[in-house]
């Protein structure tokens, strides 16, 4: 009998993990919620051994679930059944993950599973926003107008993220020019130059004797400072990784001056907008929190969502749950309390949702504007202090010769 892997939620709000045996994942979902726990994930257990493990990030890209549900939205309206559509989709996808995920779930439906079941599992490559939607499309028989509304929601999703991705790229460019013209000066220049001073005998000042040893001990022992290099990232990784490590680090994101605005932003534009779809497809408030809180991208933002939950639960509105977390912007729970007011709580969230990409955009261009010059003042700074150091004695050489 197989294990599957678990992730659950009590009604006290508070997250478990394990494994249980069943027959299929059927059997063990059923299992999970007779306890009236839900479950946020759950898959099958492959057991710890290394030939196991998969290679790189499982997930699709919001590209690629973009392109998905477009083209079945498109022939499904088109009146083709799921199975024809899904093997149609298989034979013109072009991304070999997300081939082998719809290859997947076409052998689940064919084997006798619901559409749900065999999207559900493939939770390790599809978000939960999506596999709960198709879920509810299933029950309401309105999966082409699902997929429409997933397509246009991955389709925003795309280009939020590609705005990001975009800002971050001069700046990237800018730190490895940075790190290239110091390395080639401290390896290739300063010890020419170093030859050079010894053999007129002229006088080191001490910033010209402190480049040059850092010079020299770049050029012998190169390995270890690639050793700290590299142990420096794998430690910064493995903190970030960790459940206590990514919070603290994505509490620090929020904090910084300018760039906690553009993450605040984002998150405000992800939640708004993932909320509207959710809500506009039947899924219910509390299962709806659930699954915007792990788009956000943040896991201080998470735990406050998972606290508005508890306070849904006890009979608190959405607007009043949320209003304590003060890392959104009010306008959240302004427009939250209107729409629910006027029973259009979902479009109104579509609209905040519009106004809130726009800030994003404007918060990710801040931030570029202002790491620009900043990385343009450090790599100034690094190649002066180089030139100074090596220039000093040519100077005073010079000085004496006159």
């Not at 290679?55 to 199975?83: E, F, W």
């Not at 700074?381 to 004496?400: C, R």
Request: proline fraction near 3%.
């Amino acid at each position: 009998m197989p294990n599957f892997r678990y992730e659950v939620i009590d009604a006290a709000g508070k997250t478990k993990k394990g494994v249980i045996e069943a027959n299929n994942l059927v059997d063990a979902t059923k299992m999970l919620k007779s306890d009236g726990k839900f479950i946020s994930k759950i898959s099958a257990d492959k057991g710890p051994g290394f030939l196991n493990k998969e290679v790189g990030n499982p997930r699709l890209k919001s590209k690629d679930l973009m392109l998905m549900c477009r083209q079945l939205s498109s022939l499904l309206t088109a009146g083709i059944t799921i199975i024809r559509a899904l093997d149609m989709l298989y034979q013109q996808t072009e991304s070999k993950k997300a081939k082998a995920v719809i290859g997947s779930i076409y052998e689940g439906i064919q084997s006798g599973k619901t559409l749900s079941e065999a999207f559900r599992d493939q939770s390790r490559a599809l978000p939960d926003i999506m596999i709960s939607m198709i879920s509810a499309g299933e029950e309401s028989g309105r999966l082409d107008d699902v997929m429409a509304r997933l397509s246009a929601h991955f389709e925003k999703d795309t280009k939020l993220r590609n705005k990001v991705g975009q800002a971050m790229v001069y700046p990237m460019i800018l730190a490895i020019v940075t790190v290239g013209i110091t390395l080639g000066l401290m390896i290739f220049i300063v010890p020419k130059f170093s030859a050079t001073l010894s053999d007129l005998g002229a006088e080191m000042p001490a910033i010209t004797l402190f480049v040059m040893s850092i010079s020299n001990s770049l050029i012998t022992y190169w390995y270890i400072y690639a050793l700290l290099v590299f142990g420096a990232v794998f430690a910064f990784k493995t903190f970030t990784r960790s459940e206590k490590g990514a919070f603290l680090w994505d509490k620090f994101k929020l904090k910084l001056p300018i760039v906690g605005k553009s993450v605040r932003a984002t998150a405000a534009a992800r939640f708004t907008r993932t909320m509207a779809t959710l809500l506009r497809s039947g899924i219910n408030v509390l299962e709806s929190m659930e699954i915007t809180s792990r788009t956000l991208g943040n896991k201080v933002l998470e735990s406050r969502l998972y606290d508005a939950r508890n306070d849904i639960r006890k009979g608190s509105s959405i607007s009043r749950s949320i209003r304590g977390i003060n890392e959104f912007p009010p306008m959240i729970y302004a427009m939250t309390a209107i729409g629910e007011e006027s029973g259009t709580l979902d479009s109104i969230l579509d609209k905040a949702a519009d106004f809130f990409e726009e800030e994003a955009d404007t918060a990710i261009g801040k931030v570029t504007a202002a790491m620009e010059p900043i990385m343009i003042i450090v790599m100034a700074v690094v190649v002066l202090f180089i030139v100074i150091a090596v220039g000093a004695p040519v100077m005073s050489i010079t000085q004496n010769i006159l």
